[in-house]
């Protein structure tokens, strides 16, 4: 899927980011977020003051949305931080890696130095194995910190790579 376009979001794109965020927040398999988390939560966590929020498309089709924010303000606002989503119809397809490509370019645009994600969920192997064919190494597991709603208590990973 190389014809992929990664714009800006905008308000307007509200109504289909949330198409894409609430099966995700609803499963509970990939991000901590609370299940029944409202609408309005959810968009304000995507859409924080500190984000840039991105969306993929496709000859007009949704394909995925992320954010890309600084990990944590002060001394380590060097490094940054992203969370990505793909339609459901556009999984399996490339969508991911064409946004985390564009993440990493964005990111050293921006001047962050790396790239930190700080929950990732031990049983979203799709993830796991996409950031670390892009370079990301597991620097810290945290036993049973997730509490997974079809498997239990599984571990949650810190991947991390430099820009």
């Given amino acids: 899927m190389t014809d992929i376009t990664i714009r800006p979001a905008t308000e307007a794109d509200a109504d289909v980011i949330w198409t894409m965020l609430e099966p995700v927040i609803r499963a509970g398999e990939t991000y901590a977020l609370p299940r029944d988390m409202s609408r309005r939560d959810a968009q304000a966590y995507w859409f924080a003051a500190a984000n840039t929020v991105l969306l993929a498309e496709r000859d007009g089709a949704v394909l995925g949305t992320y954010y890309l924010r600084a990990n944590v303000p002060g001394g380590g606002d060097h490094v940054c931080n992203c969370g990505y989503v793909t339609a459901p119809a556009a999984q399996g397809r490339g969508v991911a890696r064409a946004m985390l490509a564009d993440s990493l370019d964005r990111a050293r ?20 194995d996409t950031w670390t064919r892009a370079g990301f190494e597991t620097v810290g597991r945290l036993p049973g910190a997730y509490r997974h709603p079809q498997r239990g208590n599984v571990d949650a990973l810190v991947m991390f790579r430099q820009l």
């Fill in 109 to 128: 645009a921006a001047g962050f130095r790396a790239m930190q994600y700080n929950f990732v969920i031990s049983t979203n192997t799709r993830a796991v």
